[in-house]
């Protein structure tokens, strides 16, 4: 906890620092507070993506198949329908743990045993930003191969929902989004986010807290967890609960901060610390929880709380998808100069440990394949991706 008090107060401390080293860009503020800046910066790295494809096809990626990820918002209502049916059909296909047996019931089930395995080793490290890159791409190729889902992969851009997170076409309980937010708890109610991420109750509380009411996921049991449990991967069924916060997500998720965590890092070693808010960077300090913690505490609730176990959250995977947007971009802003990696390959370096390279191994079976670092690079390389954000 003491560790999460000098997080905190680092935070709070660099947030009213300002500042933007632009670099090859030259946006006015109007423009990077609005998002058109962020529209921009994204156009010419898929351009750039693009044209890099173009001119070197692989057998696996070309210009023919590669897939496109879109904004939840802008799917069709059917093919968001039939995204969340194809989560759903995760949630009823085998676990694939042989020797984890008693809490996980599903292959999706199976996503959070990973996630809850590799956690101390793929957050604020090296790991981190690959790792999340070949998790969230595994999954997307689960709901096709398993579930039969043929359409475009959705990210969630938090900073257009910075005015209602719960009036988001992703929480509106619609039958086209992905289930409401938790019922209202009063002060005294137990619920919210069960000491997962660091912060919790330091931050001011959402508008729910309680099992989600409306729309999809209302009958969805999570059937394991919380990280605080003496034994986490033991069954204990439970709801989906949720707190969207929209204040979290106006303060650190925005269009703004989303921006200039871009555009402010010349390095990765920089750029994965704007992202996640690493105080060690005092350059990070100002953007507190950063907009890696600022959309997960917009929502919240229990699993998508629970540092170990968010990926239970159905959404933690749009979350993550737009997190892998931003490297996207930053990538694709300066490709020749952005193939590398940075840190250790312990969270936060404790226990003290070697730098990360990109020739070592991330082996995610039973869930997924092994590949070296390097492979993961490039999103249009083909070993094994093809695809590019709009």
């Given amino acids: ?175 086209t989004s992905m289930g409401s937010n938790g019922a209202k708890l009063n002060a005294s109610d137990p619920g919210g986010s069960p000491g997962g991420f660091p912060g919790g109750g330091f931050f001011p509380g959402g508008s729910g807290g309680g099992c989600v009411t409306t729309g999809p996921f209302t009958n969805y049991t999570v059937n394991f967890g919380p990280n605080t449990a003496r034994n986490p991967l033991a069954y204990n069924p439970r709801c989906l609960k949720r707190d969207l916060n929209t204040q979290i997500c106006a303060q650190w998720a925005s269009l703004k901060n989303t921006t200039e965590t871009i555009l402010e890092a010349p390095d990765i070693a920089l750029f994965q610390a704007n992202l996640q808010g690493d105080f060690r960077w005092p350059e990070a300090r100002k953007w507190g929880f950063a907009v890696h913690g600022g959309g997960h505490f917009a929502i919240a609730g229990d699993p998508g709380g629970d540092f170990y176990f968010s990926p239970l959250e159905p959404v933690f995977y749009q979350h993550h998808g737009q997190i892998d947007r931003m490297y996207f971009i930053w990538q694709n802003l300066d490709w020749e100069q952005r193939q590398t990696m940075a840190g250790t390959i312990t969270m936060m370096n404790m226990p003290a440990s070697r730098n990360g390279t990109l020739e070592d191994v991330l082996d995610i079976q039973p869930v997924g394949g092994t590949h070296t670092y390097r492979e993961l690079l490039d999103t249009v390389g083909g070993s094994p991706f093809c695809f590019v954000y709009e």
Avoid at 18 to 46: C, H, M, N, V, Y
């Fill in 1 to 175: 906890m003491g560790l999460v008090k000098k997080l905190l107060s680092l935070a709070l401390l660099g947030s009213s620092l300002r500042g933007l080293a632009l670099g090859q860009f030259d946006f006015p503020q109007e423009d990077i507070d609005s998002g058109k800046a962020l529209q921009s910066i994204s156009a010419t790295a898929k351009a750039n993506a693009l044209a890099r494809l173009e001119t070197a096809p692989t057998e696996g990626c070309t210009k023919e198949n590669v897939r496109v990820r879109k904004e939840w918002r802008t799917l069709p209502g059917p093919e968001r329908t039939a995204y969340r049916k194809a989560v759903e059909c995760l949630m009823n296909a085998p676990q694939v743990y042989e020797n984890v047996t008693d809490g996980p019931r599903s292959l999706f089930d199976s996503f959070g045993v990973l996630h809850y395995y590799l956690t101390p080793a793929v957050h604020n490290s090296a790991y981190f930003l690959l790792f999340h890159r070949l998790y969230v791409w595994t999954f997307e190729e689960k709901l096709r191969t398993e579930c039969g889902y043929t359409g475009a992969f959705p990210y969630w851009e938090w900073g257009l929902d910075a005015g209602s997170v719960e009036n988001s076409p992703l929480f509106d309980g619609s039958e």
